[in-house]
């Protein structure tokens, strides 16, 4: 047997419920370091996916269809071994667990189904139904027991150069009022993981072996402190590398779960889609390798989810943790050293570098001058996260960057008006009127409990009956005002989307600077910590970070 043949034969093997045994692990490695493989080839890669939601009603199609997705993308792009465990929903239970659009349900309201659908339950809600997951190979439900039982698994079988990536795209909830940095990962049967549990298993690991997490669930943003010991930056940086990307700060609810799967604007699905030259749904991606080098890191996937990601989220990393923790901006910036784009004021304690440099003069870099003037200072990836965002919101690089914050603050006063409402300050939606003649016209339609079980609603009968309600007196009332809803709803949403991207974009100018000013008011082994920090991020599925 070829070494090719042999490697095939090991990344090609399903592990269905448990990971590949260790023992047969090392004999494979021998074997291959026998016929002239490197030490780096028999590194294994350890995959954790942990998936779906709560229970049914929170275990949305769109999550299913985001770890398919990832294992179709580790098929095509991950090369070397590997073991995957994967965590999703109710596991092997075969009740019906996963939430679905309804296959009458285009989701849009435009068609005589939704538009029955929006005046029985007063809104344009999706109907859905449930089913069975479809999530192939997994390994047992989301439940932290079995999710600790992997990881010990990891732990005894684990050793140098190998890495574990973590993938987590679930339902997550925020910390409490003291502890905000705590939050979950939100399990079946309403069981959680909280932060400071998972940072305590990840401690267990061996400290040369490093950590990947992407994570896309709400208020994921508080798994960024595992970098710290205990999560807590007054007690110093923890001895296991560790990076991550996460959709959203620890304080805000994330985009992404839905019951149909045509959207795939989610924070993950771009992620995977950047490594994958395409989207969850198959439209073709590219130019994601910043650098070059044939192949899209980490970072590169990180910088194109913030730049096209149409999504309510504001997306960070484990360097930008690091960053607003050990490094500083002048004090006359537009913003404090420790308060940011996002506008919260990090509760983490200053280091003694930086405590230190505000007792005497330094020429720290500020976040001023032009915006050509800091794209050239920024790395590669800052650069194109820069670049890209200022040309989406309109900016042209010799704009000096307090036409970015003007700019920014006017948007902040432009909110959408919401439409006026007419007569005694409340003229109503027209629903009820419109129900009222479909009810009197059809009285099947009008049962509020069996409404959807009419032959009318037929798929091959709908654009004929959906003519005929057009044809009815209140409609017309009712379509005006559900036009004017809908532009403003659109509006709001455009609205929102825009101010995310100017976030987006100043948060990324700041980090450019803190990281610039790094070296001024660190230690050279924080400064050296953040290198390797760096390194992990920039690291990818064929290619492993400096050091390991």
Known sequence: MTLTEMKRLVVSRPFPRTIFPVRAMKLVCGLLILVGCSQSLCATDYFLTIGGGYNPEGNQASLEANVIFFQQVLDEKHRGLRMHDIFFADGHDTASDLQVLSPNSSGQANGAFDLLASLHRGSNQETVEYRNHRVPRISGAIDPALVRSSLQKIVKGAVRKDRLIIYVTAHGSPGS?????????????????TAREFVRWLEELPPEVPVVMVMAQCYCGGFARTI????????????????GFFAQQHYLPAAGCRPDIKHDEEFSSYFWGAMAGRSRNGVPIATCDINGDGEVSFAEAY?????????????????????????????????????????KSDAAAETESAVAAKKSPLNLASVKGSLQSIVDQAPPVSRRIVTELSKLLGFEFKDDVRTVYKAYEKHLDSVPQAPRRGGRGRAGSGRRNLLREITEKWPELGDDQHWEESLLLKPENQGKLLAEIKELPS????????????????????????????????????????????????????????????????????TRSVGN
């Open 303 to 343: 910088a194109y989810a913030v730049i096209v990601g149409d999504t309510i989220d504001i997306p960070l990393r484990t360097s930008d943790v690091y960053l607003r923790t050990y490094s500083r901006l002048p004090d006359d910036d537009q913003d404090g050293s420790q308060k940011g784009a996002d506008g």
């Open 475 to 542: 409609w017309k009332s009712y379509d005006e005002r559900r036009t004017q809803a809908e532009e403003s709803a659109r509006k709001a949403e455009q609205h929102e989307l825009r101010d995310v991207k100017f976030r987006r974009l100043i948060k990324g100018l700041e980090i450019i600077i803190l990281e610039k000013n790094l070296p001024l008011v660190a230690t050279p082994e924080i400064v050296q910590k953040y290198r390797q920090l760096i390194n992990l991020e920039e690291s990818s599925f064929r």
């Open 177 to 193: 009022e003291s502890d905000p940095y705590n939050t979950t990962i939100d399990c079946w049967n309403g069981k959680k993981i």
């Open 228 to 243: 710290f010991n205990e999560m807590d930056s007054s007690k110093g940086l923890s001895t296991h590398l560790r990076a």
